[in-house]
Nanobody, 118 residues
């Protein structure tokens, strides 16, 4: 079993910054990818950013140039640096980890609220 702990959410004014962290622990043989998703009220969950074990990254078009995903493989931790935040970035942000080294499983964090408001 893999347990994910997210932190770093909160409230910020437009133009501000936040940094999310997600640490994975438990029975982890290897990780294929780690990513951040978000879900705003009344909307479907969407991929914000994803990074693979090989370092490949991809972003939602709406956050390109403002958000940066990174990882510390030794700590099984993924980060999301969010700059120039906009009101439309308001959502619950979820961390997702996909494991490998055999059967592949996906695990979700509990979610952390990000609110951008003046």
């Amino acid at each position: 079993q893999v347990h994910l702990v997210e932190s770093g959410g909160g409230s910020v004014q437009p133009g501000g910054s936040l940094r999310l962290s997600c640490a994975a622990s438990g029975s982890i043989f290897s990780i294929n990818s780690m990513g951040w998703y978000r879900q705003a009220p009344g909307k479907e969950r969407e991929l914000v950013a994803r990074i693979t074990s090989g370092g490949s990254v991809n972003y939602l078009d709406a956050v390109k140039g403002r958000f940066t995903i990174s990882s510390d493989n030794a700590k099984n931790t993924v980060y999301l640096q969010m700059n120039s935040l906009k009101t439309e970035d308001t959502a619950v942000y979820y961390c997702k980890v996909v494991t490998g080294g055999g059967p592949s499983y996906q695990y979700w964090g509990q979610g952390t609220q990000v609110t951008v408001s003046s």
